[in-house]
């Protein structure tokens, strides 16, 4: 993200990656090629190694380098895979019990729990070993955005030791976050997490005394979500699964199987925090030559993606929640309103029907003041469902004067001519009333 002016730059541009797929896809092939390419040169990048523990690597890019690419300060790649296995190994040291006794078939598990080892065992200490590594993924993905802000604050402060206290552009950090991510709530956690990150944020850092009042108009981070998905077709999937037989990551066919059927793509009609989704298919069965070339013409348009996230789809502070207090103050000020309006209908009806035949103005008027307070109380009879507030206006003003439709009852010695008559001005009154007050009713729809 190229920015006009440092001043308005943020300490911190965050672009997290979501890779969606069922298991076998090459979702962390994938990951481990875009983990390469993006690594500072000769500098450390943040994993996740098979114990979940965090250690830094250093990583050597095959690829040539991209001077239009975005260049990264630091990445961290979580695989989701490592963590589980760290806490499900865990688990069974505490428990001793390492035959633990089958508890629930993959049939009997809830959508989106899976979890699958060599033996074809499910058991519950898998269950909730893959409970606690969502957690525990995005706990790490708060701690990684946390040392960003705090690394950038540091440095315009000028406490980083490598780098000079005069520089103020952004720091880059690349999240990639190695899952399955098959279903949308699964994807919409990530995404709620971060808000939750970004008010947490917002309010500590500008009631932060340390800030100097240069830094204080920087925005402080902007966070971009990119949805990779990994449309690899299911029988290359299942053929990817075999080869991993007898390890921890073999899932058993019926397992993929279901999770295919599942599986609910990205689509930004449907969730608008899916606007940045990129699809590809995973290069492993193709040809050297063109395996580099597919993966090429990949990264450029991830790269692309990547930065339309933060330029024009960044992650933004969700509304406060309101109390309910604060609601049914809101709700209180919305009837007043409601009721205001309708008086001035009933008023206009009132006036016409006074017009056409003086000798109804008290009944009028008695019906204005009748059905200002059911509109009150929201006593709308059988019609709550039927009629919004104007229409049933309307017809509660015509029913209480017996100029209904259906209605051949005479209006004070007036023969049924007079009646449609009134009931007709009446009606003209009303529609010509929601046309010169249409902004207003547009309000209340």
């Known amino acids: 993200m190229t920015t006009s002016?440092?001043?308005?730059?943020?300490?911190?541009?965050?672009?997290?990656?979501?890779?969606?797929?069922?298991?076998?896809?090459?979702?962390?092939?994938?990951?481990?090629?875009?983990?390469?390419?993006?690594s500072p040169a000769e500098e450390e990048t943040k994993q996740t190694n098979k114990s979940g523990i965090e250690q830094n690597t250093t990583v050597k890019s095959t690829f040539s380098p991209n001077s239009s690419k975005t260049c990264f300060d630091n990445v961290v790649y979580i695989e989701y895979?490592?963590?589980?296995?760290?806490?499900?190994?865990?688990?069974?040291?505490?428990?001793?019990?390492?035959?633990?006794?089958?508890?629930?078939?993959?049939?009997?598990?809830?959508?989106?729990?899976?979890?699958?080892?060599?033996?074809?065992?499910?058991?519950?200490?898998?269950?909730?070993?893959?409970?606690?590594?969502?957690?525990?993924?995005?706990?790490?993905?708060?701690?990684?955005?946390?040392?960003?802000?705090?690394?950038?604050?540091?440095?315009?402060?000028?406490?980083?030791?490598?780098?000079?206290?005069?520089?103020?552009?952004?720091?880059?950090?690349?999240?990639?976050?190695?899952?399955?991510?098959?279903?949308?709530?699964?994807r919409r956690?990530?995404?709620?997490?971060?808000?939750?990150f970004l008010s947490a944020r917002t309010f500590s850092v500008e009631n932060d005394d340390k800030l100097s009042s240069s830094s204080v108009s920087f925005q402080k981070?902007?966070?971009?979500?990119?949805?990779?998905?990994?449309n690899t077709p299911l029988s290359t999937c299942l053929i990817q699964n075999e080869l991993r037989?007898?390890?921890?990551?073999?899932?058993?066919?019926?397992?993929?199987?279901?999770?295919?059927?599942?599986?609910?793509?990205?689509?930004?009609?449907?969730?608008?925090?899916?606007?940045?989704?990129?699809?590809?298919k995973t290069a492993v069965t193709s040809e050297?030559?063109?395996?580099?070339?597919?993966?090429?013409?990949?990264?450029?348009?991830?790269?692309?993606?990547?930065?339309?996230?933060?330029?024009?789809?960044?992650?933004?502070?969700?509304?406060?929640?309101?109390?309910?207090?604060?609601?049914?103050?809101?709700?209180?000020?919305?009837?007043?309103?409601?009721?205001?309006?309708?008086d001035l209908v009933l008023r206009t009806l009132v006036g016409v029907t006074c017009r056409a035949d003086s000798s109804l103005a008290q009944v009028a008027n008695k019906t204005r003041k009748s059905t200002l307070e059911k509109l009150k109380n929201q006593d709308y009879g059988d019609h709550n469902c039927d009629y919004n507030d104007d229409v049933w206006v309307l017809r509660q003003f015509e029913k209480i004067l017996n100029l209904t439709d259906k209605s051949t009852t005479k209006i004070v010695g007036k023969d049924s001519k007079c009646s449609i008559a009134i009931r007709n001005t009446i009606r003209e009154a009303h529609a010509k009333f929601l046309c010169d007050h249409k902004e207003l009713s547009d309000n209340f729809q």
């Open 5 to 38: 002016s440092s001043s308005t730059a943020p300490l911190v541009e965050a672009s997290i990656v979501l890779f969606c797929g069922i298991p076998g896809s090459g979702k962390s092939q994938l990951a481990s090629i875009i983990s390469n390419y993006y």
């Open 81 to 186: 895979d490592a963590i589980t296995s760290s806490i499900s190994d865990q688990m069974l040291v505490m428990t001793k019990d390492y035959n633990q006794p089958k508890t629930r078939q993959p049939e009997h598990y809830e959508e989106g729990e899976y979890i699958g080892l060599h033996n074809n065992n499910y058991t519950s200490i898998d269950l909730e070993a893959w409970r606690q590594t969502r957690k525990e993924a995005l706990k790490i993905l708060h701690d990684e955005l946390t040392m960003s802000i705090l690394k950038a604050r540091n440095e315009i402060h000028g406490t980083d030791s490598d780098k000079s206290s005069s520089q103020s552009c952004s720091k880059k950090i690349l999240i990639l976050m190695d899952d399955n991510f098959h279903l949308r709530s699964m």
């Open 189 to 196: 956690d990530v995404y709620k997490a971060c808000q939750k």
């Open 221 to 230: 981070i902007v966070i971009g979500l990119t949805i990779v998905h990994v």
């Open 245 to 280: 037989k007898n390890t921890k990551r073999y899932i058993p066919k019926e397992t993929i199987i279901k999770m295919d059927l599942t599986l609910e793509e990205p689509d930004f009609q449907k969730a608008k925090f899916e606007s940045c989704t990129i699809k590809t």
């Open 288 to 342: 050297a030559q063109d395996k580099t070339t597919s993966i090429a013409v990949f990264l450029d348009e991830l790269d692309q993606c990547m930065q339309q996230s933060i330029n024009d789809y960044p992650i933004l502070i969700p509304h406060p929640m309101k109390t309910p207090e604060e609601r049914r103050e809101e709700q209180k000020k919305t009837l007043q309103s409601r009721l205001h309006r309708q």
